[in-house]
């Protein structure tokens, strides 16, 4: 009877342990063995508002519907507008989850005012060209064209980025512009060329190749010494926060890149 018992405790005392081995492989696989998630399908949800310079207008809105594909339930909703506009929605308590600038200066408003997470990261460079109508019928060349008379030029106003590289541009060449515009975001300066209202426009190289269908990008070497950096961060009170570190990761992330590249920004 004794031996009986023993055996049946021992036989017991297996099965046990065998069950917890099975729980344990199933933990594993829960927190990061073997069925661990790939990247891009963690358990990322909701609404992700993004307050994005509008250069970024082309390749942040294919950023996001490849954001949107990878992470199954997210929907990334973007505000584009000048930066220095943004930067003043942020900071008056506009609710959003990131902001990514068209310029460093801009987005020290918002770290300055206590409501960025951390700290901004840089992912794109820009620099400007000037637009002109297909086939240049003024013959514009660089600069110092611009200030000849009967050339019409848009100009973005100096708060905005576009506007403030344009200004370091010009005095580079000791070119002096009078602009019949001076537009609060560069898809408005870029507009005034494609709508026949100017003859020229300084924007970014970016916003040209995605108008290529109907402006001509002049470039200039001026412009080498006006480049953007573009910083990205997640806000302090991001209704989403997970969220927002998710888009601004996958930014970042290679196939991010290739999305910005291939828009025509620089590699920071």
């Not at 405790?9 to 696989?29: F, R």
């Not at 930067?87 to 408003?109: C, E, L, R």
């Not at 600069?143 to 905005?160: F, I, N, R, T, W």
């Amino acid at each position: 009877m004794i031996t009986r018992s023993i055996r049946g405790i021992v036989a017991g005392l297996a099965v046990t342990a065998l069950l917890a081995v099975g729980a344990c492989g199933n933990g594993d696989e829960a927190t990061g063995g073997i069925g661990a998630p790939t990247p891009g399908s963690t358990a990322v949800t909701g609404d992700i508002t993004v307050f994005a310079a509008a250069s970024l207008t082309e390749a942040f809105t294919q950023i996001g519907k490849d954001f949107e594909a990878a992470n199954p339930g997210t929907k990334v909703v973007f505000n584009f507008a000048g930066s220095s506009a943004l930067a003043t929605q942020i900071n008056q308590g506009a609710p959003a989850d990131v902001f990514a600038s068209a310029a460093p200066a801009n987005m020290k408003t918002v770290t300055d005012a206590g409501n960025a997470e951390g700290q901004p990261t840089i992912f794109a460079k820009n620099q400007l060209v000037i637009a002109v109508a297909k086939g240049n019928p003024k013959g514009i060349q660089g600069l110092p064209d611009l200030s000849k008379a009967g050339v019409k030029v848009a100009l973005c106003a100096e708060q905005v980025p576009c506007g403030a590289a344009a200004k370091k541009a010009l005095a580079a060449s000791g070119t002096t512009v009078t602009p019949v515009t001076q537009e609060q975001d560069v898809k408005a300066a870029l507009s005034k060329v494609t709508l026949g209202e100017v003859d020229a426009a300084l924007v970014y190289r970016t916003d040209a190749k995605a108008a290529a269908s109907s402006v001509d990008a002049v470039e200039f070497p001026e412009s080498a010494q006006a480049v953007n950096d573009y910083p990205i961060v997640v806000l302090k009170n991001a209704p989403n926060k997970a969220g927002a570190q998710a888009f601004v990761d996958y930014v970042l992330s290679d196939p991010g890149e290739k999305v910005l590249t291939d828009a025509g920004f620089q590699a920071p």
